[in-house]
DNA sequence: AGTGCGACCCGAACGC
DNA sequence: TGCGTTCGGGTCGCAC
């Protein structure tokens, strides 16, 4: 659920209260949630590291330190909180940073699907996630050539396409249907079989849509109790994404869904042909 | 290489 | 009311 502008506004709202803390330690309660190196090669590297920079690259929001990069990737649900030692552990918090400051951050996921990493900064481009991501929205490169060249080969809907994080990195299923419906594009259409027009079409209102969801802090589409949610508006400016049986904004038709690459995809069959 | 799908999770929504 | 079942979401890994 968290896409690039949730992940942004998460970053750039933990930058506000991390920024040259320094990491003392850190405790994990759920194995798993370190990806890379192993969890006591992370405890122990981690230790007296700096944060520097706060940026994101895809949906990883990205931590410079002295040494290693520490990348979080949030999934549908994964959050944080600044707590002190002395608040309650509450059962979904997974990894928690002690502060210089006597605070900590803890990285919070009901699912349990959040990813935690700490890289070598002369690893970083070398291993996964980098060098499987695609382009930034924004990113000059991202042309209709481009996209042509690596449309060719998909007889893949476009709707699955642009959740490819190798294409492009950062869109995920909501903001792929309102790209979509902007570009009026059915999201069944072969990527392969796009025009020109359609390709700069999707580079436009990437660009369009998730520059206004940034503006508006991102999408809350489920209620989150939690102060340092993600709590933002731009579900007020869906067009498509979960309206199921509503009317189009454009057109009045109703707004169905459909499953797309087991993925639910909600399209106007008026707007979309 | 491209494609399809189960697995990872568990709270919420749904069906009876 | 209470129970069991299904769903969803991003990504990975495996099979074809």
Redesign the pocket.
């Known amino acids: ?3 690039k502008p949730e992940v942004i506004t998460v970053a750039r709202k933990l930058e506000t209260k991390l920024i040259n803390k320094k990491i003392l330690g850190v405790e994990v309660f ?1 194995n ?1 949630m370190i990806d890379y190196p192993t969890v006591s090669d992370f405890k122990k590297n981690i230790k007296n590291q700096k944060i520097y920079n706060i940026t994101t690259r ?3 929001i990205v931590m410079t330190l002295d040494d290693y990069y520490l990348l979080f ?1 949030l ?3 994964g959050k944080f909180f600044f707590r002190t030692k002395e608040d309650e552990k509450n ?2 918090e997974h990894v928690i940073f002690d502060l210089d400051d006597d605070t900590q951050l803890r990285f919070a996921d ?4 959040g ?1 935690v990493m700490l890289i070598e900064k002369d690893k970083i481009n070398n291993m ?2 980098y060098t ?1 991501l695609g382009l930034e929205p924004w990113d000059k490169n991202l042309t209709s050539e481009y996209l042509k060249e690596k449309y060719s ?5 476009i709707k ?2 642009l ?1 490819d ?1 190798s294409i492009i ?1 950062g869109i ?3 903001y ?1 249907d309102e790209i979509l419906f902007l570009s009026r594009i059915n999201p069944l259409t ?3 079989d796009l025009t020109d027009k359609n390709r700069k079409d999707i580079i436009k209102n990437t660009i369009e849509v998730l520059d206004k969801a940034i503006e508006e802090g991102g999408t809350t ?2 209620s989150y109790t939690s102060e340092e949610g993600v709590t933002g508006m731009f579900q007020n400016n869906l067009f498509v994404h ?1 309206r199921e049986k509503e009317s189009c904004r454009i057109c009045n038709s109703t707004i169905i ?1 459909i ?1 797309v ?4 995809t909600y399209y106007c069959p008026k707007c979309q042909k």
């Open positions: 659920m968290p896409e759920y798993n895809g949906k990883w990737h999934r549908m649900e059962k979904h009901v699912r349990k699907f990813k996964k996630p499987e080969k998909k007889s893949l809907p699955s396409v959740l994080q990195t995920g299923n909501i792929a072969k990527a392969k589409i489920r979960q869904k499953k690459g087991g993925r639910g």
